[in-house]
């Protein structure tokens, strides 16, 4: 039985960090206008995470404010967070990962 | 420092709100709020603005306490993100505000973690925390500890009656979850940000209204006329209907009162769509270039004289709906119609000065929210159930019983008091005896954080 609830579980935030990360990935991909993920981050962010925390807030108070359901959408608040993180993370590391050549004062 | 206030107001939050309900608790988050923000932004709470609403957040909080209702819950809320809106930046709308507060509440402190420095396009520097190097050094000494405590357990009877003594049953995995969630609410707020573009787009939009290169006088005649005639027509007809209702009203003093209730619930609906349909036809008319046309003259008294009679339109609807109050008793509904109108005069009188001054359609959005945030603040400050029951009592022609005992707990009391005053039939007094009882011992049951103020009566 525990290892059901396991397996269960597992699958569950399996599937729900793929959804979230589908949805973060889907706004990087359709925003065609700026390559500057920060840009985007600044004008996405707020409404992605203010429509996703609406949505939870909706479902919890359909369950009637249960204990799964808040920890639930507790793990899916933290797990869109740390994805947003990971991308800023990893572009940041992108913009920054370049030689600048010194300046080349002996030279005529 | 700042962890260790926030680490109080996280420990006071779930001490406040596990497992309570609404009552003096929100009170006392209220000024918890207040006082950590003030911590944080001293600056900013030297302005009056920010001090009128922090009063206005304290006002429902204290209000809460007083009167716990839904109405009282949610103008706290409101409050608290226009509060917060307001420190992030103190020039934007109203509704601005609100969304700055409830982004800064759901994720300020990752906002502040990533706020980008524009000039170097890099991130702001923060002191890196080794979390891998802290876990380590928390969780292998105390899996350490736990292994040698079993050893010496087996070794010395002393030792293990000790650590047998030690009861962890106070320990609540939920209320430190439920106080991890007031550390994340507390480190949101504690500094508040501002969404971005729409905070600088709000401060760059103006409220005047401004000539467009599309300035054409033929056309702008021609629209001139359109006006003058739709609003002349519209101003008959109004007319003629207000005669017809101020007639109505007039010879009808002593009718019977399900002529009225048949009036209001048949006429209100159809009326108040037709002040909505009014001032959007005047926004559609007064929208761009015929504001600067030198002969508007006549549409804009034309205009100025429709909304005069549109305001007495509303003031004939308040009439009515005074004496279906009046005969009928008051009720949350009859309530709603009344603040409904209070908004319809207000957006009337905005339309008025909105063509006066030539403004744009901003200026009456900016004003017309910012007036339902203070008809919101106000009319949570009120005792409706309270109320409610008084002037069914007192005033009223006739009441439906039932309904007030069906209203919040807030009226119980003076049930109880009217109860004992007037004589109502068997089955009112059974259900209010048992109304009453339930409220006493829920009051009585309350934990310190759940006090209300009918508490201090018992």
């Given amino acids: 039985m525990e290892a059901f609830v396991f397996i269960v579980l597992l699958i569950t935030v399996s599937l729900t960090f793929v959804f979230v990360r589908l949805s973060i990935s889907l706004i990087f991909w359709l925003v065609t206008d700026t390559k500057d993920k920060y840009a985007v981050f600044k004008k996405y962010f707020p409404c992605y995470i203010i429509i996703l925390t609406a949505l939870s807030i909706y479902i919890i108070e359909l369950l009637d404010f249960s204990y799964v359901a808040i920890y639930y959408f507790a793990i899916v608040h933290v797990i869109a967070l740390l994805i947003w993180r990971g991308e800023l993370k990893s572009y940041k590391k992108k913009i920054t990962d370049f030689a600048v050549e010194p300046n080349q004062t002996h030279l005529p | ?184 609410l507390f480190s949101n707020i504690y500094q508040p940000v501002i969404v971005e573009p729409a905070t600088s787009e709000d401060i760059a939009l103006g409220n005047s209204l401004l000539k467009t290169s599309k300035f054409s006088i033929p056309k702008l005649k021609k629209e001139n006329q359109l006006g003058i005639i739709l609003i002349a027509m519209l101003n008959v007809l109004i007319v003629i209907f207000l005669i017809t209702d101020v007639t109505f009203i007039l010879t009808n003093l002593d009718i019977r009162a399900s002529v009225f209730s048949e009036q209001v619930h048949s006429g209100i609906n159809a009326l108040i769509a037709s002040i909505v349909v009014a001032i959007i036809i005047l926004l559609y008319v007064f929208r761009g270039d015929l504001n600067f046309h030198k002969e508007n003259a006549i549409v804009k008294r034309l205009a100025f004289t429709w909304i005069l009679l549109n305001i007495l339109l509303v003031l004939s609807i308040a009439v009515k709906n005074g004496q279906y109050i009046y005969y009928f008793g008051l009720t949350y509904k009859r309530i709603g119609v009344l603040i409904y109108l209070i908004l319809a005069i207000t957006g009337l009188v905005t339309t008025l000065n909105k063509i006066n001054t030539i403004k744009n359609i901003w200026y009456l959005i900016r004003l017309n929210t910012k007036v339902a945030f203070f008809v919101l603040i106000i009319s949570s400050l009120v005792n409706w159930d309270y109320q409610i029951t008084h002037y069914n009592f007192n005033y009223a022609k006739s009441m439906d019983v039932p309904y007030l005992i069906e209203l919040s707990d807030n009226n119980t009391l003076l049930l109880k008091e009217q109860l004992d005053q007037n004589e109502l039939s068997a089955e009112h007094a059974s259900r209010i005896e048992n109304k009453y009882y339930n409220y006493m011992l829920e009051l009585e049951n309350n934990s310190w954080q759940e006090w209300q103020y009918d508490n201090f009566k018992l």
Avoid at chain 2, 43 to 56: E, M, R, S, V
Avoid at chain 2, 138 to 152: A, D, R
């Fill in chain 2, 1 to 184: 420092m700042k962890k260790v206030i926030l680490f109080i107001a996280a420990v006071l939050f779930s001490t406040l709100f596990y497992e309570k309900s609404i009552g003096l608790n929100l009170c006392i988050f209220s000024v918890l709020t207040v006082i950590i923000l003030f911590i944080n932004n001293k600056n900013d709470f030297k302005t009056k603005d920010a001090i009128f609403y922090t009063a206005l957040y304290l006002g429902t909080g204290i209000a809460v306490f007083f009167h716990d209702s839904s109405l009282t819950i949610m103008a706290n809320l409101v409050a608290f993100f226009t509060l917060i809106g307001r420190l992030s930046q103190n020039k934007t709308s109203i509704y601005v505000n609100w969304l700055n507060g409830l982004y800064t509440t759901i994720a300020g402190w990752f906002h502040r973690n990533f706020a980008i420095n524009e000039t170097t396009q890099s991130v702001e520097p923060k002191t890196d925390i080794d979390y891998l190097h802290l876990a380590k050094i928390i969780i292998i000494p105390s899996i350490i500890v736990i292994i040698f405590i079993g050893l010496y357990q087996n070794g010395n009877q002393l030792f293990s009656e000790l650590i047998n003594k030690i009861d962890f049953s106070f320990f609540n995995i939920q209320w430190v979850l439920f106080a991890g969630l007031g550390y994340y």
